[in-house]
């Protein structure tokens, strides 16, 4: 399957100006230009998957305590906006479904990064994908689903094997080409900060595509493109468009 995969990738929607992991944070990429929006996924303690970083909801909304111990009912009440500025006041942390919805409407496709849940790697991912596979358009592009779980991502390749996975790679192990063979993995994930001529053309040399998080300075970007990167993740879709073209 050849993967269309945009230059810039709006990360958790486009953070620096709305907040991550909302429909106004999806709204907000879409109307910045990016062609794609990341978002970060979690599953309740009901199972219902929602938009969510963190394993608790402190830092990203009014309230308290870890996502795997609350319903979605109790997640639902939580305000999700005001912690990032009272434009937002009152926004719901919404579920994946929603987020499926507002990006067919935006046009966009999406990044469902699958995040690790300490011991529901696997039913996160089973979950999730289920639902997403229900609920995604036939007539359009497949996401991509990446994560930093392993066991999710051989979950993905199960439940949803034609969709593309994304090798999300923090400590870049030694056996990295052998972990993205056995996964099936599309594309390579990895932080930009940690990048080198050297190691993108290694990662390159596996055949697939590499996507480095989260660059919001042009001078990064530019050097990164220069590498060989296919995409980045930015948190400001039109500030890093403007840093590069001047326009
Ligand atoms: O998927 C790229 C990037 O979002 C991974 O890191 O912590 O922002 O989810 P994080
Ligand atoms: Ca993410």
């Given at each position: 399957m050849t993967l269309s995969i945009p230059r810039l990738i709006g990360h958790r929607g486009a953070a620096r100006h709305a907040p991550e992991n909302t429909l106004s944070g999806m709204r907000t990429g879409a109307l910045q230009g990016a062609l794609w929006v990341e978002v970060d996924v979690k599953i309740t303690r009901d199972g219902v998957p929602i938009l969510m970083h963190d394993d608790d909801v402190d830092r990203t909304s009014d309230g308290h305590g870890l996502v795997a111990d609350m319903d979605f009912a109790d997640i639902r009440r939580?305000?999700?906006?005001s912690w990032f500025g009272p434009d937002f006041k009152g926004e719901p942390v919404p579920t994946l479904a929603e987020a499926i919805q507002a990006a067919t409407l935006l046009d966009i496709n999406l990044n469902l990064e699958i995040k690790p849940c300490p011991g529901r790697d696997e039913q996160t991912a089973g979950i999730a994908l289920s639902m997403a596979l229900n609920l995604w358009p036939a007539n359009r592009p497949p996401p991509l689903i990446s994560s930093f779980s392993i066991e999710s991502l051989a979950m993905a390749k199960v439940v949803a094997p034609h969709w593309p996975r994304g090798y999300l790679m923090d400590e870049e192990p030694a056996d990295w080409e052998a972990i993205a063979d056995r996964l099936g993995a599309a594309t390579i994930n990895v932080d930009a900060k940690k990048q080198s001529a050297e190691s993108v053309a290694a990662f390159r040399a596996s055949g697939r595509p590499v996507l480095a998080w989260t660059v919001n300075d042009p001078e990064q970007a530019r050097r990164l493109f220069q590498w060989g990167v296919a995409g980045v993740f930015t948190d400001t879709p039109q500030g890093l468009y403007q840093g590069l073209t001047g326009k």
């Open positions: 939580l305000d999700a906006g």
